[in-house]
Every structure is written in structure tokens, then in C-alpha cells.
């Protein structure tokens, strides 16, 4: 390997280990060194630690993940079917992270910037056509972002009062549709 794809090599093998694992706490540097045909110490060379590195790489996976998202936006499918792509996908990503996107939900939720329903008013406001206000659609975006976070949270309460369990895909997908179809019944 050329001295200098080996950085690009590292977080290639990086990412395809946490996209396999879902979880940064078992990967190990020599984990990585040998998926990326490296050296081992090639690690503190390039990004100073193993944590370094990880971080890139759930950073890099992340960006593209939220690429997909802008993908989804942007796609000319119906209005609640685009909403509810995205939803799943943003859901689906925040899932696949867990370990690294749990621990800022307090955060977000209590004393963060609400920029998140920003992302979906768009949607919303197609979704609604010209049923609903301005602030009826901020609101519905608010109140679809803010469970979210919430359900996804506290997930093992959310089993216990519905019943469905968020960390199973297809109940997540399915919690999403009755969402959408409380909001935007048609």
C-alpha cells in the first residue's frame, strides 16, 4: 500500500467495520490496522488515536447518511411518502449510531437549537397543501421531530405503553406511517 492512500485506507476499514459492528466499543486498533492492510502504528501517525479515528469515520459515515436525507428531500415522490422516506431514513440513521447519537438527546431536546423540524417544514407544507397555517405546519414539524428524539430516547417505555418496539425497523416504520396518518389523513 502507497504511504499516502494509507490514511484513506484506515478510515475506509474504520468505516466498514462500525457499519458492520454498529458499535465503536469493539473495534480495535489492530482490528483496523488489518482490515486496512496497515501498520498498526500507522493509527497514532495519522489521527493520534484510535478514538481519533473512529470519530472521523462515524463522522464521515454520518455525513453520508445525511446525503441520502437530501436525496430524499429532494426527490419528486408524493408529498406524505417523501415524508415518510425520510422519517425512516433519519430514523434509521439516528438507530444505526445509537451509541454515539444517544447521549446527546437530552441535550437536543432541553437545550439545544431547534433547527431539526427546519429540515422536514418543507415536507410538511406539501403534505398539507393549503389545509393548514404556517404555524399549524411548524407545529406538526415540531411535534414529529420532538417524539422522535423522545421515543427514541426512552425507547423501552415507548414499548411499554404501545406496544411497539422502535428498535425493530419494521415497527419503526410502521410507528412513522401511523404518524403521518394521524397528521395528514387523506
Not at 415522490?77 to 449510531?97: C, G, H, N, Q, Y
Amino acid at each position: 500500500m502507497q504511504n499516502d492512500n494509507v490514511k484513506e485506507q484506515l478510515i475506509l476499514a474504520t468505516m466498514k467495520l462500525l457499519s458492520e459492528s454498529k458499535s465503536s466499543s469493539g473495534i480495535t486498533a489492530r482490528q483496523i490496522a488489518t482490515e486496512a492492510g496497515a501498520n498498526l502504528a500507522m493509527i497514532n501517525y495519522y489521527f493520534n488515536s484510535k478514538d481519533e479515528l473512529v470519530s472521523f469515520a462515524v463522522g464521515k459515515l454520518m455525513a453520508d447518511r445525511a446525503n441520502e436525507l437530501k436525496d430524499i428531500r429532494d426527490s419528486h415522490v408524493p408529498a406524505k411518502r417523501k415524508l415518510l422516506e425520510f422519517l425512516t431514513a433519519m430514523s434509521d440513521m439516528t438507530f444505526d449510531f445509537a451509541e454515539l447519537t444517544k447521549p446527546t438527546i437530552p441535550y437536543l431536546l432541553l437545550e439545544g437549537e431547534i433547527d431539526l423540524p427546519y429540515f422536514i417544514l418543507p415536507m410538511i407544507k406539501d403534505c398539507c397543501g393549503n389545509r393548514r397555517s404556517e404555524t399549524e405546519c411548524r407545529i406538526i414539524a415540531y411535534q414529529i421531530i420532538s417524539f422522535s428524539q423522545l421515543v427514541f430516547y426512552r425507547s423501552s417505555d415507548f414499548m411499554k405503553l404501545s406496544g411497539s418496539d422502535v428498535g425493530d425497523k419494521r415497527q419503526r416504520d410502521a410507528v412513522f406511517q401511523m404518524i403521518l396518518d394521524i397528521f395528514f389523513d387523506e
